[in-house]
């Protein structure tokens, strides 16, 4: 364990930047959720009527958590959100382990840090303790929050209690992962499927008889019932699980050589494919397993949209004060605008990571050794451009189809599929939009491009939910390239706004190329 402390204080500072921003965003999720459901349920009648009608309806309960929660306002609060925390959770471990173990070792300074007085077990040990200390954080932030906002103390310490358990699961499985994949893409698919499957079992679970949702971390946590009964028991399973896994995980590391993994990867072919020859194929080689996962988690979500669109409009009945969150007009061509829009934000987020694989290859020295071939600055960034542009396309294709099959299907209309494949299209220019300023952060801002792609992003989700709750004024909504889209259907298409964002959006590629020819790679 020699040097754990300072690895500890290292990794601190490597993350001073990125952590802040995932505390933030559990933080704000949670702010949001709760001062809107005490505005709309803050009173037995209303949430008894919700209760009556959330009960009735599969597919809510699949989306959020057990009807149990519903009986008070705080249960209804996490019924509503806690899973969508411990995804936020869950994801912060996962790249926060996955960074600091395995992406050291593919990057070589896991064996300079070893070169040091540095105990065998200390990297993973101060990773996981790191991935520790930020789980207590959200944990802390989750119980600020819900007693700030009037919500029962006792049931906020049990929401953040809960919430961290659910960070240090995940934590102990990537260790587990890091273990035994040897590149940082395997480590991520792997706890990304799992992650997957812990939503599933949950949502099935909880649609079904319950018995499922005890096979999820997510699910443990809800089975606590915070504000709702408050049973800090089920926690035993996460911190159980975890200690096994930690156990695990150290054990793996002692059967294993610093740089490999113990699964050995498949050895490829003696000869490149033809489509290697070029920036293009290797772009979408390189990123189609991310891809795979993108455009199958927004059919997914699209899917889940889609099968309670019938029954939205009696679910505004019951709940009017639903409306005041939803554009004027049409309940469910208002309904179908915003979850298309919402779900083409995570396309965009998708993109700007496409893009940011520019960035990565620089500092890891790849892109050194493809721009020391024939290959010029622009055939480089055509190749991840086109995937940007290429999979986010395939991603709002997967959204329409999902949406639109699932609502068809409840409607028993198939002409809701390519309507709603329309729909999701029209959003497009706006995603592209995203992974052009993406571009030209790379080109100009290279060290801040992260995080300019990031704020670009945040912002455009914060207008899209909390513009008229922030009281926002209207130019910083009308900065958003999806507030310039129509909402069709609740609007007409029009294609002059569209073409302008296009527009805007080729004139930002073209600026970031010109900044990468001015600048050095790797710089």
Not at 254 to 279: F, K, Q, W, Y
Not at 332 to 338: E, F, G, I, R
Not at 372 to 392: M, P, Q
Request: glycine residues 12%; aromatic residues 8%; proline residues 4%.
């Amino acid at each position: 364990m020699t040097g754990t402390l300072r690895l500890m204080r290292f990794m601190l500072r490597r993350e001073r930047r990125g952590l802040p921003w995932w505390l933030a965003g559990v933080t704000v999720l949670l702010l949001s959720q709760s001062t809107q459901s005490q505005s709309l349920y803050g009173t037995p009648e209303k949430l008894a009527t919700l209760r009556r009608t959330v009960g009735s309806n599969t597919a809510v309960i699949a989306m959020s958590g057990p009807t149990g929660l519903l009986e008070t306002i705080g249960g209804e609060v996490m019924f509503e959100i806690f899973a969508f925390l411990g995804i936020v959770a869950a994801l912060m471990n996962m790249f926060l382990i996955g960074r600091t173990t395995r992406g050291d070792e593919e990057t070589g300074r896991a064996e300079l840090i070893r070169s040091a007085p540095v105990g065998r077990r200390a990297p993973l040990t101060a990773a996981l303790a790191f991935a520790a200390l930020a789980d207590l954080a959200a944990g802390v932030l989750v119980f600020a929050v819900g007693a700030g906002t009037g919500l029962p103390i006792a049931g906020s310490l049990l929401a953040g209690a809960a919430l961290t358990t659910v960070g240090l699961t995940f934590a102990a499985l990537t260790a587990v992962a890091a273990q035994l994949f040897e590149n940082a893409r395997a480590v991520y698919g792997a706890v990304g499927f799992l992650l997957g499957a812990a939503y599933v079992l949950r949502a099935a679970g909880d649609a079904g008889d319950g018995t499922l949702s005890w096979l999820s971390p997510i699910g443990w946590g809800q089975r606590t019932y915070p504000y709702a009964g408050d049973r800090w028991w089920p926690l035993l399973l996460p911190l159980a699980a975890t200690a096994l896994l930690v156990a695990a995980a150290m054990v793996l590391l002692e059967r294993r050589d610093i740089g490999a993994g113990l699964v050995r990867t498949r050895l490829g072919p003696a000869t490149a494919s033809p489509a290697l020859g070029n920036t293009f194929g290797l772009a979408w080689r390189l990123q189609r397993a991310a891809m795979i996962g993108w455009v199958a988690g927004l059919a997914l979500l699209g899917a889940a949209y889609g099968s309670i669109g019938n029954s939205i409009e009696q679910y505004v009945a019951d709940n009017p004060e639903i409306t005041q969150f939803l554009p004027p007009g049409s309940i469910l061509d208002s309904y179908l605008a915003l979850t298309v829009g919402l779900s083409a934000l995570i396309a965009a987020a998708y993109g700007v990571t496409c893009v940011l694989r520019l960035r990565a290859e620089e500092t890891s020295g790849h892109a050194e050794n493809v721009l020391a071939t024939a290959t010029g600055r622009l055939a480089w960034l055509a190749g991840s451009l086109s995937v940007a542009l290429g999979g986010t396309a395939l991603a709002m294709l997967a959204i329409g189809t999902g949406e639109g099959l699932a609502y068809a299907l409840t409607v028993d209309d198939l002409g809701q599929v390519p309507r709603l494949i329309g729909v999701a299209f029209a959003y497009l220019p706006a995603v592209w939009l995203v992974a052009a300023v993406t571009v030209l952060a790379v080109g100009w801002l290279p060290k801040a491009a992260a995080a300019t792609a990031w704020v670009v992003v945040a912002y455009c989700a914060v207008v899209a939910l909390f513009a008229d709750s922030f009281d926002l004024p209207g130019w910083t909504q009308r900065a958003s390239p999806f507030a310039q889209t129509p909402r069709v259907p609740l609007e007409a298409l029009t294609v002059t706004p569209l073409l302008v964002i296009v527009g805007v959006a080729a004139a930002l590629v073209a600026t970031g190329y010109a900044g990468l020819r001015r600048r050095d790679v790797g710089y």
